[in-house]
């Protein structure tokens, strides 16, 4: 408030986005935070989007182990590992009416904040680069499936922070597992699992994973140091890949 002249109003907020989004905690930056300080103050990069939106997708719980009801984490991650999946085109009555069946809020309520996860998603002071999600002006309706990317490394980051919070500091990986996981990899990206192996083959390229495909079942082995580091060199490398 001090810094910016800005009223309690807009700081709650505010400091609610950047909590969800892994940027601060308990009053502190992160050290995703203070990278994206560091390179991104203005939060203007497509790399900052997409790691806001990979925190966000967790509903705040950030790399705790996921409910077998991804919805009691709340409406963010159900729209990402839940409706989304199996939407691959919806109107804003759609999600509204299928969330209603899920949470027990008043249904004003449950579409006022499906409308603001997605201006979160097409506004573009907001996470429209990613392309999670997508207007149609021709169909009306949002659309799915063909997410922009970022780079390799901050690809390599996510896949990092859910190998450990999924296989802890377990060194190689059964590949169909690491593609499949409810709240992994593919889902977080919005992929097919197809299309997730094509990821893995550019991760392989950069020397962050080695997968072994000689003899079944195919492995995906580790190569990255840390996932901090991985991250850092995805700002230091920029928004093209």
Not at 31 to 56: A, I, M, N, Q
């Given at each position: 408030m001090a810094h910016t002249g800005f009223g309690n109003k807009k700081i709650g907020p505010i400091k609610s986005w950047a909590t969800r989004g892994g940027l601060i905690k308990?009053?502190?930056?992160?050290?995703?935070?203070?990278?994206?300080?560091?390179?991104?103050?203005?939060?203007?990069?497509?790399?900052?989007?997409?790691?806001?939106?990979?925190?966000?997708?967790?509903?705040?719980?950030?790399?705790?182990?996921?409910?077998?009801n991804?919805?009691?984490?709340?409406?963010?991650?159900?729209?990402?590992?839940?409706?989304?999946?199996?939407?691959?085109e919806f109107t804003e009555d759609d999600l509204a009416a299928e969330g209603a069946?899920?949470?027990?809020?008043?249904?004003?309520?449950?579409?006022?904040?499906?409308?603001?996860?997605?201006?979160?998603?097409?506004?573009?002071?907001?996470?429209?680069?990613?392309?999670?999600?997508?207007?149609?002006?021709?169909d009306k309706r949002y659309q799915t499936?063909?997410?922009?990317?970022?780079?390799?490394?901050?690809l390599g980051y996510f896949l990092a922070c859910l190998w450990t919070r999924d296989f802890s500091d377990t060194t190689s990986v059964i590949t169909d597992q690491l593609l499949s996981m409810p709240a992994g990899i593919s889902a977080v990206l919005g992929l097919r699992e197809q299309e997730t192996a094509t990821v893995l083959d550019d991760l392989e390229g950069r020397s962050i994973?080695?997968?072994?495909?000689?003899?079944?079942?195919?492995?995906?082995?580790?190569?990255?140091?840390?996932?901090?580091?991985?991250?850092e060199k995805a700002f230091q490398y920029g928004d093209s890949d």
């Open positions: 308990e009053g502190a930056l992160t050290p995703e935070g203070s990278l994206v300080l560091k390179y991104d103050p203005h939060l203007t990069s497509r790399t900052t989007e997409w790691l806001l939106h990979f925190y966000l997708s967790f509903g705040g719980y950030g790399l705790a182990v996921p409910p077998a991804i919805a009691e984490w709340g409406g963010w991650p159900y729209f990402i590992f839940s409706f989304r999946p199996n939407h691959p069946i899920v949470f027990d809020d008043k249904p004003e309520l449950i579409k006022s904040n499906f409308s603001f996860l997605i201006r979160a998603y097409t506004s573009h002071e907001g996470l429209a680069r990613c392309r999670v999600i997508t207007w149609s002006d021709t499936g063909s997410p922009e990317l970022p780079n390799c490394y901050l994973i080695e997968q072994r495909r000689t003899v079944a079942p195919f492995q995906v082995v580790r190569r990255w140091h840390s996932a901090i580091e991985l991250l």
